[in-house]
């Protein structure tokens, strides 16, 4: 590809973004419309104001607020150190729930640039990213446990009868009055983990004690879960713990 055909790729990515970028004034706050899209496939808004020799460019608080009503807080260490790497990388910072970066007027495209970056990163690495979806919901399920004083043992690798070895998210040991209870965490109740979990624990009950019970922890916080998932896992004696009634099943994991 020659110079002049790499030079034209980005004169026509430079006018896409002019053409679809909307500018109002709000009271004196220039809210700009730009055409990167959210989680919700809306346009993200940043607001621009001055202050003294300064722009104050911000977000308004929108994304947090977002994940907030989505169910996800920053309420842990572990969130709060990888909310701070994003923020720190795009050199924006909080104040309270607004993602802000603070710019002179000659810097002012790479800042919102920056701004606009930093919005996406926050988004994706809270609710697009599967993994972490999962790693947060396991940590908060973990929360759980700990909070109310049930004594568990995190990542236990149990052998099944097939020889197969199958990894379960938390044991609570048996006690004078309970069986062992072995719990898996399902932050993405679909088919595909469902039967996973149940081919795992119906290999593994045959080995373990025989009163032993299993626990689903099933995250309906923003999604909805089928009854034919809870319908399965009760088929097969394993107890569904929807996220939304996990207190609920205090006394019985207390135990």
């Known amino acids: 590809m020659s110079f002049n055909e790499c030079q034209d790729l980005i004169n026509k990515y430079t006018d896409w973004l002019k053409q679809n970028i909307n500018v109002k004034d709000r009271n004196g706050?220039?809210?700009?419309?730009?055409?990167?899209?959210?989680?919700?496939?809306?346009?993200?808004?940043?607001?621009?104001?001055?202050?003294?020799d300064n722009l104050i460019l911000t977000d308004d608080g929108y994304i947090l607020r977002d994940l907030k009503l989505s169910g996800f807080e920053i309420t842990t260490e572990?969130?709060?150190?990888?909310?701070?790497?994003?923020?720190?990388?795009?050199?924006?910072?909080?104040?309270?729930?607004?993602?802000?970066?603070?710019?002179?007027?000659?810097?002012?495209?790479?800042?919102?640039?920056?701004?606009?970056?930093?919005?996406?990163?926050?988004n994706d690495m809270f609710i697009s990213a599967k993994s972490i979806v999962a790693n947060i919901f396991k940590e908060d399920v973990e929360n759980f446990l700990h909070l109310h004083d049930i004594r568990y043992t995190p990542s236990i690798k149990f052998t099944g009868k097939s020889g197969f070895d199958h990894k379960f998210d938390f044991v609570i040991p048996s006690s004078k009055t309970q069986p062992e209870r072995v719990i898996q965490v399902i932050s993405r109740p679909n088919r595909?983990?469902?039967?996973?979990?149940?081919?795992?624990?119906?290999?593994?009950?045959?080995?373990?004690?025989?009163?032993?019970?299993?626990?689903?922890?099933?995250?309906d916080r923003d999604q909805?879960?089928?009854?034919?998932?809870?319908?399965?896992?009760?088929?097969?004696?394993?107890?569904?713990?929807?996220?939304?009634?996990?207190?609920?099943?205090?006394?019985?994991?207390?135990?």
Request: glycine share 4%; net charge neutral; proline share 2%.
């Open 192 to 219: 595909q983990h469902i039967t996973v979990f149940l081919f795992s624990w119906n290999d593994t009950k045959e080995v373990r004690p025989i009163k032993s019970i299993a626990y689903g922890f099933i995250n």
């Open 224 to 255: 909805s879960v089928s009854a034919d998932f809870e319908n399965a896992l009760g088929e097969y004696g394993i107890k569904p713990i929807l996220w939304s009634r996990r207190e609920e099943y205090l006394e019985e994991l207390s135990a």
């Open 78 to 122: 572990k969130r709060e150190q990888l909310l701070k790497s994003i923020l720190n990388g795009f050199g924006a910072h909080l104040v309270g729930d607004e993602i802000i970066v603070v710019s002179k007027r000659e810097n002012f495209a790479k800042n919102k640039h920056n701004l606009i970056q930093s919005m996406l990163a926050i």
């Open 29 to 52: 706050i220039c809210e700009i419309t730009t055409p990167f899209l959210d989680r919700h496939n809306d346009c993200l808004q940043i607001y621009v104001k001055k202050e003294r």
